[in-house]
């Protein structure tokens, strides 16, 4: 996928080019004419690269007229270069924060940043198959993962013979630290102000995550909600200690029950140029939502 | 006489007038396609320290922006890697350094009775049918992909190690070094095998004579007389094991942290850079940290290669 990554910036910079050079000749829509490729620039959100390139690859066999390159950098890049106009539709695991609307209109008069929803990015909290534990809130998940965070131990967390644990050490499961999935876990549960723990073991993807903790007895961490096997016990999660707790699912996500999930955003400048239009129809539509599904994000509620 | 090769037999009667005349006859096409070949055969020659300080030039070049805000005591000796932290980024690879030198030489203390009782036992004990099986086998080792051990450790060793260990995590130091181990002692037996063959026969037929038995031989002379050889051999393990990356990236653990016993997870440079390259934006002060990093991997592997080239070329004198 990372591989994939850099061909598409290259990819994209060649077509950049090609692009601005066919519109200085007055086609402004970059419409596609003579079965010339349209490109489509999509920057944004590491958390949802991977699900735009799983896109952009499905959508290169539905309108092979189009072509969609993927760039990740982070929101704030995607929003900065939706704002500078380079790129037509900029990814966001965030909404808009008001100064950046503010700066889109005095660039663009009279046009406003479109928000498009296109899925939702829900993290479980797994443990081993085994261990009784059934549930968790957000303080203990951040005294686990904190720096300097108090709970180290499974008694700790009240829990008491796991069966096939050795010693009382939580094993903490973690992500490498510039995935979109730590990024967001790091927000959501420790807190911008704060540093995560070091120590965790931190593995290279998300199906990683969930095959260690099968294997691991004293292990706890967290991934995407469409990476649970029946190896992996998901616990519910609560706000605060003592809170009755909330199991994951598409239902808790979309009723907003579940602490930790986020929507995810698609945004363009004002309304989106037809073609562009119909990608986005495309990805809120069931194929583009049954990817969402497939890569382990939670899709839009059906209609 | 360089050019009586060439020269047609008619002319050899006089030497110096045929020796124009053959030059002579020579076409210009013919003289420029040697002179091609040759520059061929020099670049073909060259490419390798071309290649080697190509990419030196390049991970420099990433990495040498951020030397000088660099804190060089602080990026060596601190344990705080935090290079995606939204307060305050820190770059110390203290840990990291630990963790490849730990695994490395916990790798070598299996890799080395292994590979070179093994190089030993194929040179000496075994002839005919086991020597060649075996030596095909050994080598298969050696191809095995370094992600499918990284497999191997993830999802077979680990399990293994928390029963047998008693201990809460299976993908740790011990793991990594086993699979290391495995990776290099490969490379060790068909080495120090090469170094044994070396040692002349009149050595064993000699020490055969005065009534020494085959352990006595081996003991006595035959290390002794290829000890820079199999050190050769040993210092080439090192150097994989060191650079290795994907099956230390799945079997070590990859977390930050000074062991404290070798059933601690650990992180090793190689896995830092495999793991967070890809998602890094380029040029930013974590992605030259990155390269900073591959310099010091390349620093760490020439210096052990260097070293081996060094003995071996001592063998060679000999």
Not at chain 1, 129 to 134: A, R, V
Not at chain 1, 201 to 207: I, Y
Request: hydrophobic share 45%; net charge positive.
């Amino acid at each position: 996928m990372k591989i994939k990554l850099t061909l598409m910036t290259v990819v994209a910079a060649a077509l950049a080019l090609a692009v601005s050079g066919c519109n200085k000749s007055g086609d402004g829509a970059g419409g596609g004419g003579g079965g010339k490729k349209t490109a489509i620039a999509n920057v944004g959100s590491d958390t949802m690269v991977n699900l735009a390139i799983a896109w952009a690859d499905a959508y290169s066999k539905v309108d092979p007229s189009v072509s969609v390159e993927v760039n990740g950098g982070g929101s704030g890049q995607g929003v900065a270069a939706l704002i500078n106009d380079a790129c037509q539709i900029a990814n966001c695991s965030r909404q808009f924060e008001e100064k950046e609307i503010a700066d889109f209109k005095s660039k663009h008069p009279g046009k406003e940043p479109k928000e498009f929803m296109v899925g939702y990015d829900a993290l479980s909290v797994f443990v081993h198959k085994d261990n009784p534990m059934t549930q968790i809130s957000i303080e203990e998940l951040q005294q686990l993962y904190m720096k300097d965070g108090k709970i180290a131990k499974w008694s700790e967390l009240g829990v008491n013979n796991i069966p096939g644990a050795k010693g009382d050490e939580v094993i903490l499961v973690s992500r490498q630290n510039n995935s979109g999935t730590y990024h967001y876990f790091r927000e959501a549960i420790v807190g911008k102000k704060n540093e995560m723990r070091l120590g965790t073991v931190d593995m290279n993807g998300s199906k990683d995550v969930v095959d260690l903790i099968a294997k691991t007895p004293n292990a706890i961490g967290y991934s995407g909600m469409g990476y649970a096997t029946p190896a992996v016990k998901q616990i519910k999660v609560s706000k605060k200690k003592g809170e009755p707790g909330v199991a994951p699912s598409i239902a808790t996500t979309l009723d907003k029950t579940y602490p930790i999930a986020r929507p995810m955003y698609m945004y363009t400048a004002g309304d989106p140029a037809p073609h562009i239009k119909k990608y986005l129809d495309w990805i809120m539509a069931s194929p583009g939502q049954k990817i969402v599904e497939e890569t382990g994000y939670v899709p839009l509620p059906k209609k | 006489m360089p050019d009586l090769a060439i020269q047609p037999p008619h002319t050899s009667a006089a030497a110096p007038a045929a020796k124009a005349k053959g030059k002579q006859q020579r076409g210009k096409a013919e003289i420029l396609g040697e002179r091609a070949i040759e520059a061929l055969i020099y670049l073909c020659g060259f490419s390798a320290i071309i290649f080697v300080f190509g990419i030196f030039f390049f991970v420099f070049r990433e990495g040498a922006p951020f030397l000088a805000k660099l804190n060089i005591r602080e990026f060596l000796f601190s344990t705080d890697w935090f290079p995606t932290s939204q307060t305050q980024a820190k770059y110390g690879v203290g840990a990291l350094i630990v963790g490849t030198l730990s695994v490395t030489v916990l790798a070598m203390v299996i890799a080395v009775p292994f590979g070179l009782g093994a190089a030993v036992f194929v040179s000496e004990f075994c002839t005919g049918k086991v020597k060649e099986t075996l030596k095909v086998v050994i080598e298969l080792l050696a191809a095995i992909p370094s992600v499918v051990w990284g497999f191997i450790g993830l999802t077979v060793m680990s399990p293994i190690i928390i029963n047998t260990f008693h201990v809460p995590i299976g993908v740790n130091m011990f793991n990594g070094a086993i699979l290391l181990a495995l990776m290099s002692v490969p490379i060790m037996v068909s080495i120090g095998e090469d170094a044994l063959k070396a040692v002349p026969d009149t050595y064993r037929e000699a020490s055969l004579a005065l009534g020494a038995t085959k352990w006595q031989i081996v003991y006595r002379v035959l290390l002794p007389a290829a000890k820079n050889g199999l050190l050769a051999a040993v210092l080439l393990g090192v150097g994989r094991a060191i650079g290795e990356t994907m099956a230390v990236l799945m079997a070590t653990g990859h977390s930050v942290r000074i062991p404290d016993s070798i059933f601690d997870p650990v992180r090793t440079l190689t896995a830092t850079i495999a793991a967070e390259l890809g998602e890094t934006s380029k040029g930013s002060d974590h992605y030259q940290v990155l390269f900073l990093i591959g310099i010091l991997l390349f620093s760490i592997t020439f210096v052990v290669n260097l070293t081996a080239d060094i003995i071996v070329k001592g063998i060679k004198k000999k």
